[in-house]
Every structure is written in structure tokens, then in C-alpha cells.
């Protein structure tokens, strides 16, 4: 039996304001043919399957045309709502779609209901309810203010709803393995202890306390876990898939992915990592206008969506027009002006008291708005324009 780890797709997503659509679709080309190339059984998606709530109509489209092709390679699909999906939208017809395939876990009642699936051959003897078993479990996200007195806890904590959410599992599976040997898979949208975030991703709590430990997830086969978006190992038994593009620029570095697990009746066999390529390349770059737009070095970025910060002692005029005749989807632009003097900030009226004159005035108001002195040229302009103004006889 063979499963591959996904989360986090977020479709309908934009970049810096770039809609990633085509991304994502082409995204679904890879994962179709890699189901096809590895003969995988079973896809895991562990929530965040949209990026909001509402989804368009043409997102949702994609998640349509995704779990058809997906089935139409032979891969059943269990799937688990996230904190950006509105769950009982995402779990319409689950029953229905059930009979194609396609697991929807996105009911708090279902999460101790498990797609059962036989391993290994049948021995002729007691036919499938005998032979061992692969169980998988989806937990849907769990918002504790809502759920916790569902789940018959007290405190609407992440820990307290997640511990008795395994829990029910634990009971459940504990019954299935009486009669015969029983492997798990648990999906959960969640953060758990010791993985590492990125700027993308909302968080679910205020001062980390939402972190759930390791431990509510002991005796599990396998723990495909959905939130963060990028993939890491926290046990091996525990892992983040990571979503399969890069949604921030903090995921530069991120080689996006998720896992292939192969399981048999002994249990979990193989994890190896399964890799998505990117459609574009991020850049980050850091220097001044000068060094970026003359360096060689950043050549490669031309063709990058690119984050860049000057360190211009003054912030250079046109900085972006400029930066975009090379790097032309530079999508932000922030500024770290080094080596420039300390300056005492100044509030505006004390400017306006200190003025010798109106081009003072001018000049003064310039540079407090966008924290660059006038030029010469700029300095000139103002005069002409103080110059006509004063000879139409209007009064400053």
C-alpha cells in the first residue's frame, strides 16, 4: 500500500497580488503524474485545500477537476478541512462522493471513523475482516471554542480538543485491532510542537499556545500533519508535508514537496521525500539600487519574483521603476538605509516653524513624507512653481 502526504494547497491564493492559479493547476499536473509514475493507492490531503471560506467558482473547479483525475489514476482520496476551509462546504455530498473515492473528513462526528483498507493477501480462511488492516483517520480542524463541548472537555484549549479527538481514535482503533492486526494514518490540521512556521500561514493562536505536543500523536503509524508550509520531520512517525508552492517570500528556501509512505502488513515500511517543481523562482535581495541593478551576480533573478531591501543611505528616487527595468516582477520593496548619519526625528509642525521661506516650506514637507532630502532639480521645480503662483497674486 502506498500513500502520498500533501496539505495546505490553498487554492485560489493570490502572490503579493499575482493570482496563482495556473500555478496550481500545473501543481495538479505533477501530482497526478506522480501518482500515476509510483502506483500510489491513497492521496492525503491534511487540510487548507482552499484559501478561504467562499471559494470562487473557478477555484472550486480546480479542486473538482483535481480529485476526477486523481481517481481516474486509481488513487482513492482522503481528505480533512483546514482553519482557512469553511468545513461544511467542503464536506457537501461526502456520502455521495464516498462511492468515488473521495474521503471527505471534515465532520467532528466522523473523525473516529476510519477508511479501512486490507493489506496483504487473503489467506482463504476468514476473508477480508481477518487479514491486517491499514486505518485512517482524518481529524477536521478543530476550532476549540467550538468544539470543545462536543468533545466533552472543559477548556477550550488546542491541546485539550486535540487530545481528546485522538483519544476517541485510540478507542476506536483499539476495538478494530481485538480480531486482528490494525496499522494507523491520522491527518490533523494543526501546529504542533517544534515546527517551524513561515510568514504565510495565520495563526491560530495568540503567544503560541495553540502548540500541541508530539505526544497526543504516540502509537500512530503515521501522523500526516497540515498548517505548516514547510516540510519537516518532527519523529519520524510525524511529519509536514508543507503546502506545494511557496505563498510568502520567507519560503525562499523551501524545496516544496510532501511524502510517499509505503505500508504492509508489517506496518509503515518507507517515508521518502516526493518534490514539486517551482513554476517561479523567489529572489530576496538586499543592497543598493547601484550594486543590484549593475551586479552580475543577480542575474538569475530576472527572471524571479522578487523581494528586494535598499540599503541606499537615502531612499533612491524611482526605486521601483527603476529596479523593474531588470528584475521586472519585483513585487516588494522596503528599504534598511545603512551607513546614513542618526537623524533626531523631527514632527512636521517643528519643521514648519523652522522655515526660512516657502521653498523651505516645500522642500521640508518632501522630505518629511518620503524621507529623502530635494534634489537640485527638484528644488528648482518648486521655485518655478512658487515663482508663477506669486506672480498670479495668489497669497501663501
Same mark, same amino acid.
Given at each position: 500500500?502506498?500513500?502520498?502526504h500533501?496539505?495546505d494547497?490553498?487554492l485560489?491564493r493570490?502572490?503579493h497580488?499575482v493570482?496563482m492559479l %495556473? =500555478?496550481? !493547476?500545473?501543481?495538479v499536473?505533477?501530482l497526478? $503524474? !506522480?501518482?500515476k509514475?509510483l502506483s500510489?493507492?491513497?492521496?492525503?490531503i491534511?487540510g487548507?485545500?482552499y484559501?478561504r /471560506?467562499?471559494p470562487?467558482?473557478?477555484v472550486?473547479?480546480l479542486l473538482d477537476e483535481?480529485?476526477?483525475r486523481?481517481?481516474?489514476?486509481g488513487?482513492?482520496v482522503?481528505?480533512?478541512s483546514?482553519?482557512?476551509?469553511?468545513?461544511?462546504?467542503?464536506?457537501? /455530498?461526502?456520502?455521495?462522493?464516498?462511492r468515488? +473515492?473521495?474521503?471527505?473528513?471534515?465532520?467532528l =462526528?466522523?473523525?473516529?471513523?476510519?477508511l479501512?483498507?486490507?493489506?496483504? $493477501?487473503t489467506?482463504?480462511?476468514?476473508g477480508?475482516?481477518?487479514?491486517?488492516?491499514? &486505518?485512517?483517520?482524518?481529524?477536521p480542524?478543530?476550532?476549540p471554542?467550538?468544539?470543545?463541548d462536543q468533545l466533552?472537555?472543559?477548556?477550550?484549549? @488546542?491541546?485539550?480538543?486535540?487530545? $481528546?479527538?485522538?483519544n476517541?481514535?485510540?478507542?476506536?482503533?483499539?476495538r478494530?485491532?481485538?480480531?486482528?492486526?490494525v @496499522?494507523s494514518?491520522?491527518?490533523a @490540521?494543526?501546529?504542533?510542537?517544534g515546527?517551524?512556521?513561515?510568514?504565510?500561514?495565520?495563526?491560530?493562536?495568540?503567544g503560541?499556545?495553540g502548540?500541541?505536543?508530539?505526544?497526543l500523536?504516540?502509537?500512530?503509524s503515521?501522523?500526516?500533519?497540515?498548517?505548516l508550509h514547510?516540510?519537516?520531520?518532527?519523529?519520524?512517525?510525524? !511529519?509536514y508535508?508543507?503546502?506545494?508552492?511557496a505563498y510568502?517570500?520567507?519560503?525562499?528556501?523551501?524545496q516544496?514537496?510532501?511524502?510517499?509512505?509505503?505500508? %504492509?502488513?508489517?506496518?509503515?515500511?518507507?517515508?521518502?521525500?516526493v518534490?514539486?517543481d517551482?513554476?517561479?523562482?523567489?529572489?530576496?535581495?538586499? +543592497?543598493?539600487i547601484?550594486e543590484?541593478?549593475?551586479? &552580475?551576480?543577480?542575474?538569475?533573478?530576472?527572471? &524571479?519574483?522578487?523581494q528586494?531591501?535598499?540599503?541606499d543611505?537615502?531612499?533612491p528616487?524611482?526605486a521601483m521603476?527603476?529596479?523593474?527595468?531588470?528584475f521586472p516582477?519585483?513585487?516588494?520593496?522596503?528599504f %534598511?538605509?545603512?551607513?546614513?548619519?542618526?537623524?533626531?526625528?523631527?514632527?512636521y509642525?517643528?519643521?514648519?516653524?523652522? /522655515?526660512?521661506? %516657502?521653498?523651505?516650506v516645500?522642500?521640508g514637507?518632501?522630505?518629511?513624507?518620503?524621507?529623502?532630502e530635494?534634489?537640485e532639480?527638484?528644488k $528648482?521645480?518648486l521655485?518655478?512653481?512658487?515663482e508663477t503662483?506669486?506672480?498670479?497674486?495668489?497669497?501663501?
Amino acid at each position: 500500500m502506498r500513500l502520498l502526504h500533501t496539505s495546505d494547497w490553498h487554492l485560489g491564493r493570490s502572490f503579493h497580488g499575482v493570482g496563482m492559479l %495556473d =500555478a496550481q !493547476r500545473a501543481f495538479v499536473d505533477q501530482l497526478v $503524474a !506522480r501518482v500515476k509514475e509510483l502506483s500510489v493507492d491513497v492521496v492525503l490531503i491534511a487540510g487548507d485545500v482552499y484559501d478561504r /471560506a467562499l471559494p470562487g467558482v473557478d477555484v472550486v473547479g480546480l479542486l473538482d477537476e483535481a480529485l476526477v483525475r486523481l481517481t481516474g489514476a486509481g488513487a482513492r482520496v482522503v481528505l480533512t478541512s483546514g482553519n482557512h476551509d469553511s468545513a461544511i462546504r467542503l464536506g457537501f /455530498a461526502s456520502r455521495l462522493l464516498e462511492r468515488g +473515492g473521495v474521503h471527505l473528513r471534515t465532520r467532528l =462526528a466522523e473523525l473516529d471513523t476510519p477508511l479501512m483498507i486490507p493489506l496483504g $493477501a487473503t489467506d482463504g480462511d476468514g476473508g477480508d475482516d481477518r487479514r491486517p488492516a491499514l &486505518a485512517i483517520y482524518g481529524i477536521p480542524w478543530l476550532e476549540p471554542r467550538l468544539v470543545a463541548d462536543q468533545l466533552g472537555v472543559d477548556s477550550a484549549s @488546542h491541546f485539550d480538543v486535540t487530545r $481528546a479527538a485522538t483519544n476517541r481514535i485510540r478507542e476506536d482503533l483499539a476495538r478494530r485491532s481485538a480480531s486482528r492486526t490494525v @496499522h494507523s494514518v491520522v491527518l490533523a @490540521h494543526t501546529f504542533a510542537s517544534g515546527g517551524i512556521s513561515s510568514d504565510s500561514e495565520r495563526d491560530l493562536s495568540i503567544g503560541g499556545v495553540g502548540a500541541v505536543p508530539l505526544d497526543l500523536f504516540a502509537g500512530f503509524s503515521y501522523t500526516a500533519l497540515g498548517h505548516l508550509h514547510g516540510r519537516q520531520t518532527l519523529s519520524p512517525a510525524v !511529519r509536514y508535508s508543507g503546502s506545494p508552492l511557496a505563498y510568502s517570500f520567507s519560503e525562499a528556501k523551501h524545496q516544496k514537496g510532501g511524502w510517499i509512505i509505503d505500508v %504492509d502488513e508489517s506496518g509503515v515500511t518507507r517515508v521518502e521525500p516526493v518534490q514539486w517543481d517551482a513554476p517561479r523562482k523567489l529572489a530576496v535581495l538586499r +543592497g543598493t539600487i547601484d550594486e543590484l541593478l549593475e551586479s &552580475a551576480e543577480h542575474s538569475w533573478a530576472e527572471e &524571479a519574483y522578487c523581494q528586494v531591501i535598499l540599503t541606499d543611505p537615502q531612499r533612491p528616487a524611482q526605486a521601483m521603476e527603476r529596479l523593474r527595468a531588470r528584475f521586472p516582477d519585483t513585487l516588494v520593496l522596503g528599504f %534598511d538605509p545603512q551607513g546614513a548619519a542618526p537623524s533626531v526625528k523631527v514632527s512636521y509642525s517643528s519643521r514648519l516653524a523652522e /522655515a526660512e521661506d %516657502d521653498l523651505s516650506v516645500c522642500c521640508g514637507f518632501l522630505e518629511h513624507v518620503r524621507g529623502r532630502e530635494a534634489n537640485e532639480a527638484e528644488k $528648482a521645480v518648486l521655485a518655478e512653481a512658487l515663482e508663477t503662483v506669486r506672480l498670479q497674486g495668489v497669497s501663501l
